[in-house]
């Protein structure tokens, strides 16, 4: 498991670079309800991009986990592969795609 606290980077997926970039960190929600951390992806040098929504990390005693997160970058290379997976065309023009993703970005 390789984990980072940078807020952007690259990962390698099947040949092809992709840069990664933190969009939103976890953040509370009405009703005691969380949001988790939210990625954007890009094929470099292509403008479509795709927003991946890992859910929010808890902690072994069932509180949220609110320390500014590590992004694990096998993750990221899961995120990106289920995203092509489900439909995202990373060289097609477009909206941003939105996907959620559990805690292993599948």
Same mark, same amino acid.
């Given at each position: 498991?390789?984990?980072?606290?940078?807020?952007?980077?690259?990962?390698?997926?099947? $040949?092809?670079?992709? =840069?990664?970039?933190?969009?939103?960190?976890?953040?509370?929600? *009405?009703? &005691?309800?969380? @949001?988790?951390?939210?990625?954007?992806?890009?094929?470099? $040098?292509?403008?479509? =991009?795709?927003?991946?929504?890992?859910?929010?990390?808890?902690? *072994?005693? &069932?509180?949220? @986990?609110?320390?500014?997160?590590?992004?694990?970058?096998?993750?990221?290379?899961?995120?990106?592969?289920?995203?092509?997976?489900?439909?995202?065309? *990373?060289?097609?023009?477009?909206?941003?795609?939105?996907?959620?993703?559990?805690?292993?970005?599948?």
């Amino acid at each position: 498991m390789e984990q980072t606290r940078e807020t952007s980077g690259t990962v390698e997926v099947d $040949g092809d670079t992709y =840069e990664w970039e933190i969009r939103r960190q976890p953040r509370p929600l *009405p009703g &005691g309800k969380w @949001d988790g951390m939210g990625l954007s992806l890009r094929l470099k $040098g292509f403008p479509r =991009e795709a927003v991946v929504l890992f859910p929010m990390p808890m902690r *072994p005693n &069932g509180r949220p @986990d609110m320390e500014k997160q590590r992004v694990d970058l096998d993750s990221v290379r899961n995120a990106v592969a289920a995203a092509i997976e489900a439909g995202w065309n *990373p060289t097609s023009r477009g909206k941003a795609m939105v996907f959620d993703v559990d805690a292993d970005g599948r």
